[in-house]
């Protein structure tokens, strides 16, 4: 079936390419990996930096997460009503706005923007274990191959590289020590006065790294043909001049 209008079709339409661009080979972009490694920061700038349109996958998941906790239906000990979600799925309506002043895309909710409000602790907490369910993988990642049917994507999350885009042009796995993840969340948090514990912090990562990649549907897996990429020691600087670098050459220039 064709649809008329790809969730992602306002942002692309928004994006103003410069002549160079647009006349580039488009290629789609996966990059995945653990929480809390910075895919998204450099996902996005490198978005920027060549004309793309940043996907992220995330909060896709992140969404559908609170449309279950607003519609009641986790039990007060966490567990999904399965039934119920399933069958109020076609109800969920995911897609994302090009926010003109950043560039970037906000994630919208059957047309409410919901950017800050898939962000909370509750969302995070109750993301996982949404995100192992088969009909959701299947409707998010259907809607996320629709997304880069026109290429020029930049898409970050678990499976982009295995199971959403097989066939991207170019794949990128993320990593850093669960030790060095967990003190950049804690000097964040400290920064932002919000309290927590190195240890409290390090058994999130720890505990977040098992369940994505040992979840039965497409797991957090390195694809073999991705490029890896440990950033325990690289600046940021660093970071995004070897994506950039790789880039140019998935694009052949
Ligand atoms: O990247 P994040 O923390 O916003 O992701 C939220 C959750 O969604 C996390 O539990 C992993 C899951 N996720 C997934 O299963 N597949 C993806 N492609 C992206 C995220």
């Not at 909060?59 to 009503?81: H, N, S």
């Not at 039934?83 to 047309?111: H, I, Q």
């Not at 690289?234 to 140019?248: A, D, G, R, S, V």
């Amino acid at each position: 079936m064709q649809r008329k209008n790809s969730p992602i079709d306002t942002a692309r339409a928004n994006l103003s390419f410069d002549t160079k661009r647009s006349i580039m080979k488009k290629i789609v972009i996966a990059i995945d990996g653990h929480s809390s490694c910075g895919k998204s920061t450099m996902a996005k700038q490198l978005a920027r930096e060549v004309g793309y349109i940043y996907v992220d996958s995330g909060a896709m998941y992140r969404a559908v997460t609170l449309f279950a906790l607003r519609a009641g239906l986790f039990e007060p000990d966490g567990t999904i009503r399965h039934a119920e979600l399933r069958a109020r799925m076609p109800e969920v309506k995911v897609s994302f706005r090009l926010d003109e002043a950043s560039g970037l895309p906000r994630t919208m909710l059957n047309g409410e923007d919901v950017e800050e409000a898939i962000r909370t602790i509750e969302v995070s907490n109750c993301v996982s274990p949404i995100a192992t369910l088969d009909f959701v993988r299947e409707a998010m990642t259907s809607l996320q191959q629709e997304m880069g049917k026109s290429k020029g994507i930049v898409m970050d999350g678990r499976d982009i590289g295995t199971a959403v885009f097989p066939n991207a042009e170019l794949k990128i796995f993320v990593t850093a020590s669960a030790e060095v993840r967990a003190r950049r969340r804690y000097d964040e948090l400290q920064a932002k006065g919000m309290p927590a514990t190195f240890e409290e912090i390090l058994h999130n990562v720890q505990e977040r790294d098992y369940i994505d990649s040992h979840r039965e549907i497409n797991p957090l897996r390195q694809a073999p043909d991705a490029l890896v990429l440990d950033n325990s020691t690289l600046t940021i600087e660093e970071q995004n001049e070897w994506l950039h670098y790789q880039f140019k050459q998935a694009v052949g220039e």
